[in-house]
C-alpha cells in the first residue's frame, strides 16, 4: 500500500488544486494512504512540530466516509478554513490562532482524505501553499525533509511545479538512498524505517502558466492565465476605441512566448514582441510603426502590442513596454498608455481546460507511481496531441533547459525544434 504525499511548488498556477484533488482521491480509490505537504518543499523541510493543537483532518480522525455529517462537517469545513485563513504566517511561529483556536500551524505534513478535498477543483491559486524553498537547495535540508516523510511513513512524491521544482524532485530521489543511510547512520531512524524506505518513489506534473516545458504541449494554468490576459485585452479594446488610443500590454511567461503570442492571435493585436522570434535590433520599431501606420490608414480606431516580459530584439537587449510606448507615441503620434497585468493573469477560477487536464493527469500520476520500481525513471505527466502521456521528468527538464540555451545562442531553429518536435520532423 503505496503512502503517497502531494506537493504544490514554484509559482502558483490555476489547475494546482484540481491536481491535488485528482491525486488524493485517485490515490484513494487505488488503496493509498494520503498526504498533502503544505507550502510546497518548505513543508517537507519544516514537518510536523510536535504538541501544536491542530485541526483533524478526515482522514486523521479515520473517517473514511465519502459523506459528511454534523461535527465531521465542521471539521472539513475548519481545515480548508485553516488552510485558507487560520495560519497564512509560514514565516512566523506560534501565535495569531484564528478565533476558532484550532490551526494547522506547527503541521506541514497533512493526512488527508476523500472529503478533504472535496470541490478543490474550482478554486484558484494553490489551497495547499507554495513557497520557494532556500532550505531545500541545501543537502541538510533534504535530509531534515527525508527524516520527516520517513516518520509519517510517507514513499512517494507527487510533486506539481515548474522546471525547477521538478528538478528539485528528481535530485532528491537520487539522492534518497543515501540520506536514508545517512539518517540511519545517525540514528535518526530506526533499522526497520531504513529498510521500508529504501526507497523513493516521485512522479512531477508540470504547473506553470507560462508553458515553457519541452516534451508536454500545454502546462496546468496556461490555458486560465491565457483566458484571463483575453479578458483583460476585451476590456481595454473598449476604452482603447473610445479615445482611439494605443495600448501596449505587457504579459508574463518569463522567458517564453506563448502566452503573448497567443493572446495576440485570440485578440487581434496589431504587434507582438516575444523572446523567441527577437525582431531585428535596427529597424524593429520601423517595422511596427510601418505596420500599426497600415493598420490606421485602414480606419482603425485602437491599436493593441503585446510585449511579452522577456521580450528581445535581435542583439538579445530586452525590449521593454515602456520603450514601446515612447515610440507609439513620438513616431506615430498616438495617446499610448501602457498596462501591465501583472498578477492577474497568474489568479483566479481555473478554466475549464485547467480542470480537465490537472484531473486526467493527476490520475496518470497515481498510476506511475503505482507501476513505479526503483529502476524506472522518475516521469513527467504531460499531453501530446490530446493524449495524457509519460516522459522521464530528466529528459523533459533537460531539454527544456537546452531551449533557453539555443535562444541565448540565439539558434532559434534549433530553438523551436526542441519545443516542437513536429518542426523538427
Ligand atoms: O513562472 C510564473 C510567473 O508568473 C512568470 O510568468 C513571472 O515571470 C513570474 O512567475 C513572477 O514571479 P513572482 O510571482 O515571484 O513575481
Known amino acids: 500500500k503505496l503512502k503517497l504525499a502531494v506537493l504544490t511548488s514554484g509559482g502558483d498556477s490555476a489547475g494546482m488544486n484540481a491536481v491535488v484533488r485528482a491525486v488524493v482521491k485517485t490515490a484513494i480509490i487505488k488503496g493509498c494512504e494520503t498526504w498533502i505537504v503544505r507550502e510546497g518543499y518548505e513543508g517537507l523541510v519544516r514537518g510536523n512540530t510536535e504538541g501544536h493543537r491542530h485541526t483533524h483532518t478526515h482522514a486523521e480522525k479515520g473517517g473514511a466516509s465519502p459523506r459528511l455529517k454534523g461535527a465531521e462537517f465542521h471539521e472539513a469545513e475548519s481545515f480548508i478554513h485553516n488552510l485558507r485563513y487560520g495560519d497564512g504566517e509560514l514565516l512566523k511561529d506560534g501565535t495569531g490562532d484564528h478565533p476558532g483556536g484550532r490551526t494547522l500551524k506547527g503541521r506541514y505534513i497533512v493526512r488527508v482524505g476523500w472529503d478533504d478535498v472535496r470541490g478543490w477543483f474550482s478554486e484558484g491559486g494553490t489551497l495547499i501553499g507554495t513557497a520557494r524553498s532556500v532550505a531545500f537547495r541545501t543537502r541538510e535540508g533534504r535530509l531534515t525533509a527525508a527524516q520527516n516523510m520517513i516518520k509519517e511513513g510517507i514513499d512517494a512524491l507527487v510533486v506539481c511545479g515548474g522546471d525547477g521544482s521538478l528538478t528539485g524532485a528528481d535530485v532528491f530521489r537520487a539522492e534518497w538512498p543515501g540520506l536514508v543511510s545517512e539518517l540511519h547512520n545517525e540514528k535518526r531512524i530506526t533499522d526497520e524505517q531504513a529498510t521500508a524506505h529504501a526507497h523513493l518513489k516521485i512522479v512531477g506534473l508540470v504547473g506553470s502558466i507560462d508553458n515553457d516545458m519541452s516534451m508536454t504541449d500545454l502546462t496546468i494554468g ?50 507582438v514582441l516575444i523572446p523567441e522570434n527577437p ?51 513620438e513616431r506615430l503620434g498616438l495617446d499610448t498608455r501602457v498596462t501591465t497585468l501583472g498578477h492577474t493573469q497568474r489568479g483566479g477560477r481555473p478554466c475549464a481546460m485547467d480542470r480537465i487536464l490537472p484531473t486526467l493527469q493527476g490520475i496518470e500520476a497515481v498510476e506511475a507511481l503505482l507501476e513505479s520500481t526503483p529502476d524506472s525513471p522518475s516521469y513527467m505527466i504531460g499531453v501530446r496531441e490530446n493524449k495524457i502521456t509519460r516522459v522521464p521528468l530528466m529528459d523533459a527538464v533537460k531539454m527544456t533547459r537546452e531551449v533557453a540555451q539555443a535562444i541565448s545562442e540565439k539558434n532559434f531553429e534549433k530553438a523551436m525544434s526542441l519545443r516542437d518536435p513536429e518542426f523538427r520532423e
Open 222 to 271: 496556461a490555458p486560465t492565465a491565457l483566458h484571463r490576459i483575453c479578458e483583460s485585452i476585451d476590456n481595454i479594446n473598449s476604452t482603447a476605441y473610445s479615445h482611439s488610443r494605443a495600448f501596449v500590454l505587457e504579459v508574463m511567461g518569463r522567458h517564453c512566448g506563448w502566452l503573448a503570442l497567443m493572446a495576440a492571435v485570440s485578440c487581434g493585436a496589431d504587434f
Open 279 to 329: 525582431p531585428d535590433a535596427d529597424n524593429w520599431a520601423d517595422e511596427m510603426c510601418q505596420s500599426i501606420q497600415s493598420h490606421r490608414d485602414i480606419g482603425k480606431r485602437k491599436t493593441i502590442v503585446i510585449v511579452a516580459e522577456g521580450a528581445l530584439d535581435s542583439k538579445l537587449q530586452p525590449i521593454h513596454s515602456e520603450q514601446v510606448k515612447e515610440i507609439l507615441s
